[in-house]
T-cell receptor
Framework: SQQGEEDPQALSIQEGENATMNCSYK?????LQWYRQNSGRGLVHLIL?????REKHSGRLRVTLDTSKKSSSLLITASRAADTASYFC????????????FGDGTTLTVKP | NAGVTQTPKFQVLKTGQSMTLQCAQD?????MYWYRQDPGMGLRLIYY???????DKGEVPNGYNVSRLNKREFSLRLESAAPSQTSVYFC??????????????FGQGTRLTVV
């Protein structure tokens, strides 16, 4: 079964707006990662946040992690049409072989 | 730097046929993984290899076998393809050192259709 569940399943916004996606998970984790997948392509790593971190930034991306609520959010500021993609959270519940468990993703559409 | 390379990119098989999906990484990573992605869903782990010479089952291993040929290469074999194995298959690698998880690097995927 999937560990992470993203919400919403689909999000459509105008260019320049902010996009927020949420991820909830069930068991304790060591890390949580966010990936982007453009249509028909492989996944690209965006950011990794460790369980002892609460917030991380990378360019226009801001990730928060609330381990007490078992949830994370990904904020993309000043979105661009090129941000159109599916976004997945991946939880690392143990350090065995570096395995991650992926959610079903949020499909983001940014309209020009 | 090629990263993770998968072949083939597309494949159509008849039910009962066998095939091997190839994956190679040039980043000297210890760990390699095979995932499948069904429409509208996330990735599910089929098999993984923590280091050269070791392989272990993931979440959905039935109907598949793997070989970690060397540190660079990790192949996935379907012995007798079934329509339920129609999916997009992704290979990934990471520089897992046994202590902390790190980011994974993905190939471009193999789109497999079993008719």
């Amino acid at each position: 079964s999937q560990q992470g569940e993203e919400d919403p399943q689909a999000l459509s916004i105008q260019e320049g707006e902010n996009a927020t996606m949420n991820c909830s998970y069930k068991t304790s984790i060591n890390n949580l990662q966010w990936y982007r997948q453009n249509s028909g392509r492989g996944l690209v790593h965006l950011i990794l946040i460790r369980s002892n971190e609460r917030e991380k930034h990378s360019g226009r991306l801001r990730v928060t992690l609330d381990t007490s609520k078992k949830s994370s959010s990904l904020l993309i500021t000043a979105s661009r049409a090129a941000d159109t993609a599916s976004y997945f959270c991946a939880t690392d519940a143990d350090t065995n072989a570096g395995k991650s468990t992926f959610g079903d993703g949020t499909t983001l559409t940014v309209k020009p | 730097n090629a990263g993770v390379t998968q072949t083939p990119k597309f494949q159509v098989l008849k039910t009962g046929q066998s095939m091997t999906l190839q994956c190679a990484q040039d980043m000297n990573h210890n760990s390699m993984y095979w995932y499948r992605q069904d429409p509208g869903m996330g990735l599910r782990l089929i098999y993984y290899s923590a280091s050269e010479g070791t392989t272990d089952k993931g979440e959905v291993p039935n109907g598949y076998n793997v070989s970690r040929l060397n540190k660079r290469e990790f192949s996935l074999r379907l012995e007798s393809a079934a329509p339920s194995q129609t999916s997009v298959y992704f290979c990934a690698s990471s520089d897992w050192t046994g202590k902390r998880n790190t980011e994974a690097f993905f190939g471009q995927g193999t789109r497999l259709t079993v008719v």
